[in-house]
Each structure stands twice: as C-alpha cells, then as structure tokens.
C-alpha cells in the first residue's frame, strides 16, 4: 500500500518561510514523479511544482517560480518544498502527489495522495 505523507505545514506572516515534508513508503519510486498541489477554499487545486524522482529534473508553477523550491532525498524517500517569501495568497491546504506522468501539472495524471498540511500565511 502506497502512503504518502505530508507535514510541517503552520501559520506564518508574510515574507517568511516554511517547509514541506512528504514522507513515501510503500513501493518503490525510482520512475515516478513527485509533486506538491495546493487547493485553498472555494477554489480549484492547482500545481505547485514537481520533481523527476530519478534524475532530479523541476517544473514550478509560475506564481511560485522563484520562492519554492522542490527537492528529494532519495534515502529517506522524502520529498521537500522549501517555500520563502511567502504571501497571503499562498494559504491553502498543501498536498502530496505521486505519477507516472512526467513533469505533469495535470491533477489527473496523479496516482497517489497525501491527506494534506494547511498552510497560513497572515499579512
């Protein structure tokens, strides 16, 4: 059984910085693709930012290129997202996401998920 989860999400004022944790067990990832989505209320979720778990490669959201960054630690099979220079806009529930789809910033493309870690930033 695949598991994915998420942590280190919290409330922060704007301007500063968080990061995400994903923690995958279950099966080996080596030709997968991980991501982070965030979905903040009444509104769609929407990519954030993915990572080749074997070559390391990235694809950012334009709204975050430049103050996130994804990374992965193939050891832990963990997957990180550093996020700086965090603005109110950026509040949403954060969620983890395995696929064999590439680089993909189609949801849909996404087998696995994570249950989620909220994400506040105060302004």
């Known amino acids: 059984q695949v598991q994915l989860v998420e942590s280190g999400g919290g409330l922060v004022q704007a301007g500063g910085s968080l990061r995400l944790s994903c923690a995958a067990s279950?099966?080996?990832?080596?030709?997968?693709?991980m991501a982070w989505f965030r979905q903040a209320p009444g509104k769609e979720r929407e990519f954030v930012a993915a990572?080749?778990?074997?070559?390391?490669?990235?694809a950012y959201a334009e709204s975050v290129q430049g103050r996130f960054t994804i990374s992965r630690d193939n050891a832990k099979k963990a997957v990180y997202l550093q996020m700086n220079s965090l603005k109110p806009e950026d509040t949403a529930v954060y969620y983890c996401?395995?696929?064999?789809?590439?680089?993909?910033?189609?949801?849909?493309?996404?087998?696995?998920w994570g249950q989620g870690t909220q994400v506040t930033v105060s302004s």
């Open positions: 279950g099966r080996t990832f080596s030709s997968y693709t």
């Open positions: 990572i080749n778990w074997s070559v390391g490669s990235t």
């Open positions: 996401a395995a696929g064999r789809y590439g680089r993909s910033t189609y949801s849909g493309h996404y087998d696995y």
